[in-house]
């Protein structure tokens, strides 16, 4: 009996420093365990992988996301093994980091979670994404109604976590709805918020800007860390919405994935040049540790990025590209069309062509 006694009673201890004595909250989390990150690299499906993350770092990155991973596909039984190698890697210098899961149900969310938890910072919860195959999957921004199940998944990794829990999430149309919808996100555990300035309709043709009024009442309102997100085409832009949001930082996704060395102010007056972005990416690709291999249209997806504005130029070889499917034949493709464009570079310097928005620098893609 008093050995059952001493048994339940080190169960309970250990249940408690799990749950509240190693744990940091709110700003001691921001602070002491993230280092105080003003600028993030957001979470993007199959792109803000452990290659890019490195590039990103380089160039003053200071917190990073993985992309949004699946809960059910990442922690399936039977096939979760394959998904897992497919789409998640880390390693010691990949820090501070925070791995973002899509669900709508707790007890998968917290399986998946515990997978991660000793290899990452904080576990975010996608409540953001706007696209049909979340409204298809009942996840993203199409949950941001339901406030119970929310509650429920926010609540169960913020007691059940060794780690804290975050939520990324867009705005709505109501201040006051998003004010309360915050509130209840933090009453829920999440420790720090992310919020996006566009309502979840906002995708597409209708993106439009991002509201950061939304954003500061949510900074406003709320007693943790805050993270602004939207509308970060050029460095800049990073300090102008600091300043009108109040938010702690600021994250860019779409942004770094045209720019990675966005956040340095090194390069705020003058872009880099787009071809020394692929090569320095394509040889942390190929230098990563043995058992980590960046997918080839992982490694492509990246490169028609940095190159947008250039590959129109050369149909041939933006055709060679969407081909390819080995790096050393990306590696071949960029370096043709480095000297190409030094060419370009070249002629438009001595006056005798004209270059439209000097297609050799990393530049945002503007909708239109």
Avoid at 146 to 173: C, G, H, N, Q
Avoid at 233 to 252: I, K, N
């Amino acid at each position: 009996m008093i050995m059952l006694s001493n048994r339940l009673g080190w169960i309970v201890r250990q249940n408690y420093h799990r749950c509240y004595g190693t744990k940091t909250k709110g700003y001691e989390f921001y602070e002491k365990k993230l280092g105080s990150p003003k600028y993030i690299v957001g979470p993007m499906v199959e792109q803000s992988e452990l290659a890019f993350r490195i590039l990103c770092r380089r160039y003053n990155a200071h917190l990073c996301y993985t992309p949004m991973f699946h809960a059910r596909l990442f922690s399936d039984p039977q096939h979760g093994h394959k998904y897992r190698l497919d789409q998640w890697s880390t390693n010691a210098e990949d820090r501070p980091l925070i791995v973002q899961f899509c669900a709508n149900d707790a007890d998968i969310l917290l399986r998946a979670a515990s997978m991660v938890e000793d290899d990452c910072d904080a576990v975010d919860l996608n409540l953001g994404c706007p696209q049909h195959i979340a409204k298809r999957g009942r996840y993203g921004s199409f949950l941001q109604d339901d406030w119970e199940l929310i509650y429920k998944m926010i609540s169960t990794l913020d007691r059940e976590l060794k780690i804290p829990v975050t939520a990324k999430i867009r705005v709505f149309e109501s201040e006051e709805r998003m004010v309360d919808y915050a509130k209840m996100l933090v009453s829920a555990g999440a420790q720090l918020l992310t919020v996006h300035g566009r309502r979840r309709e906002q995708k597409g043709h209708q993106t439009g800007l991002a509201d950061w009024t939304k954003i500061k009442a949510v900074k406003m309102a709320v007693d943790v860390p805050v993270i602004a997100n939207g509308n970060i085409l050029y460095h800049d832009d990073l300090e102008r919405c600091l300043l009108q949001t109040g938010a702690d930082g600021v994250m860019s996704a779409e942004g770094v994935l045209y720019n990675p060395m966005l956040f340095d102010a090194n390069k705020r007056n003058m872009p880099p040049l787009t071809y020394d972005v692929a090569l320095e990416y394509l040889d942390i690709c190929e230098h990563l540790e043995s058992n980590v291999k960046t997918r080839p249209n992982m490694i492509k997806s990246h490169l028609f990025k940095f190159f947008h504005a250039s590959l129109p130029l050369f149909t041939d070889l933006r055709e060679r590209l969407a081909k390819s499917c080995k790096l050393e034949d990306m590696k071949e493709i960029t370096l043709e069309l480095k000297d190409r464009l030094i060419h370009q570079k070249m002629i438009a310097s001595e006056g005798c062509a004209s270059v439209q928005d000097e297609v050799w620098l990393c530049q945002p893609k503007v909708r239109r």
